[in-house]
């Protein structure tokens, strides 16, 4: 499946740092190879301000809500995360761990935003969604309610939800099914 990547955590690497390196060695001289890794690290965390300047002035009437497969070392479970905002550029983080993590945002070819968190058990994907206008709140926590026994289909996210990625393709001049 296509996807349109907002940005990565784990895009710091070797290559990455090298790239740094030679373009501004000449501004820091004489630097250690750990101090061109915390500036490499540094400027992915730029990259992500970037992209969330770009985005912050899509909003939605209501919050967004983050659906969830977690990967444990017990197994794979359903879950959910109210985030508390509207805005999409609030929702880019650099992870929804305590621990140490790598996370990938992007948009897939449907216009929806999705992520995946690498950690020390498997990895969590993450799908970002918006309840429609007309779904009521007793509806919205019935939703929820699924989400956290499991029982949470396809279906009823379709149905009762909108993606949120269509917008940020809009910005980007990415090309998604309507």
């Keep these: 499946m296509k996807r349109y990547v907002i940005w990565n955590s784990d895009a710091v690497d070797e290559e990455f740092v090298k790239a740094e390196r030679a373009e501004m060695e000449a501004v820091y001289p004489n630097q250690t190879d750990d101090w061109w890794w915390r500036f490499a690290e540094d400027t992915n965390q730029e990259y992500l301000n970037c992209e969330k300047m770009n985005l912050s002035g899509i909003e939605f009437p209501k919050e967004i ?4 497969e977690l990967g444990l070392w017990s197994g794979r479970r359903q879950a ?3 985030t508390h905002t509207n805005r999409v550029s609030d929702v880019l983080k650099t992870g929804y761990l305590r621990g140490p993590s790598n996370i990938e945002y992007w948009v897939d070819a449907y216009g929806n935003l999705r992520a995946e968190e690498s950690h020390h058990d498997a990895t969590n994907t993450y799908l970002f969604r918006v309840f429609k206008d007309s779904v009521s709140e007793e509806t919205e926590q019935f939703i929820l309610d699924k989400a956290a026994r499991g029982t949470l289909t396809k279906d ?3 149905r009762y939800t909108r993606r949120v990625g269509k917008e940020i393709a809009d910005v980007y001049g990415w090309k998604v099914r309507s």
């Design 156 to 158: 009823d996210i379709t």
């Design 65 to 68: 809500i983050i659906f969830a």
């Design 80 to 82: 959910y995360r109210k």
